[in-house]
């Protein structure tokens, strides 16, 4: 397949959170590895070109996982009764500890690449653990699954048990160091994001030393705030000076403002910490399986798109029991509606159009024009399958795509296509 050249069949992409556009029978021209044009037909003067045709298929653009821990996705599915600090210290901590050893993390992130590869998602911002070696295996991986992404050598120097801490500040910045030279010099679509774990894994000193770290290479920041009211309550007696928990990121200068930050969660951010997101341009990554799972609550989702904050959607594996974005769309409208129902009625239950806008243009902003077929964006597609679906009469594009979310997995993806490179 040589560019430009033409994918057909059914197009559905959203054009702001509310919108969903849909071409039944439509043609897709790929250009340089962007959307160049959305045609009820093949142009005339484009008569000449390769076209790639999935009459009868849905085309999706390719949906971004904003928060995933690839070295938790060998023991997703356990521990679903416990809390998150408990559950840290009883199954995270022990599994990312065998990261060391790079023949277990060989075995380990090929299962996690091959399954990530087989689903919807064709960006991701990904946590590893704090090894250099098997940090850079991942990120090996994942250049090689044509994938596009972002991987954080995770930094953690305190409340953390002895066999998963930094030696001291200074190891952890000059390994951190080393690990971004190298990762920057070896791979295209595979980039490092700094990714201290959380406020309570990480001393005042390692903050300031990865801030400077960050300036210094022009880096973004991925962590974790507000998921559980225990650790708002930690965080609160760590720093003291701080306001509210992303006070204390932004004292430290690792809360957006001039560059791209992710925070994960933001399950129980009050009024003064989403105006600060607001003003800091942080991204959320909303995930609402995992903050089910390990009874965090709900965060009011609905009410950070219409304040105007940026927010995607986030599997959290192993928080999440599994890597599907679709599931993760599922999962966001049904704890909505129960948030809704149970707690506050002022929040409204979200929409299926903004689901799929969080799973696809919304999350995908982080990454630059991603996730939609809008003029100029990346060309990341998907496509989905739906024949072996049964259904007694014909059902509209809309209603297919919905009935994929509930219903579909990794057997309904057809192909899939990042930037232009057909990767499955």
Sequence with gaps: MHEPFFLRGTLLY??????????DDGWLLCRDGKAAGVFRSRPERFAGLDVLDYTGKLIIPG???????APQFSFRGLGMDLELLDWLNT????????????SYAEAAYESFVTRLTRSTT???????????????????????????TY??????????????????????????????????????????????????????DLMYALSRLRAKYDLPVQSHLSENLGEIEWVKELCPRSKFYGDAYDQFGMFGGGYPCIMAHCVHSNDAEQELMLRRGVYIAHSPESNMNLASGVA???????????VGLATDVAGGSHESMLRAMMHAIQASKLRWRLLDQSVRPLSFERAFYL?????????????????????????LDDA??????????????????YLADERNIAAKFVSGRKVL
């Excluded at 959203?14 to 071409?23: A, F, K, N």
């Excluded at 010099?185 to 490092?192: C, G």
């Excluded at 009011?300 to 940026?310: A, E, K, M, T, Y």
Aim: net charge negative; proline share 6%; charged share 25%.
């Design 151 to 204: 991987v954080g050598k995770v930094n953690m120097n305190r409340n953390c048990p002895g066999y998963l801490r930094e030696i001291s500040t200074n190891q952890a910045i000059r390994d951190t160091e080393r690990w971004v030279v190298e990762s920057r010099e070896r791979f295209s679509h595979t980039k490092p994001i700094l990714t201290p774990r959380f406020i309570p894994s990480c001393t005042d």
């Design 300 to 310: 009011p989702v609905n009410q950070f798109i219409d304040r105007g904050l940026h």
């Design 359 to 383: 799973a696809t243009m919304g999350g995908g902003q982080f990454f630059g024009k991603v996730g939609s077929f809008l003029d100029g964006y990346e060309l990341d597609a998907v496509v």
């Design 63 to 69: 949906m971004t996982d904003l928060h995933v821990h």
């Design 14 to 23: 959203s054009s702001s959170p509310d919108t969903i556009e849909i071409l």
């Design 388 to 405: 072996g679906l049964e259904h007694p009469q014909p059902l509209s594009a809309r209603a297919r795509l919905e009935r994929m979310v």
């Design 91 to 102: 199954y995270t901590f022990p599994e990312e500890s065998k990261y060391e050893d790079l």
């Design 122 to 148: 064709t960006r991701a911002c990904i946590f590893a653990t704090l090894h250099l070696p098997a940090t850079l295996l991942l990120m090996q991986k994942l250049e090689d699954a044509g994938l596009s």
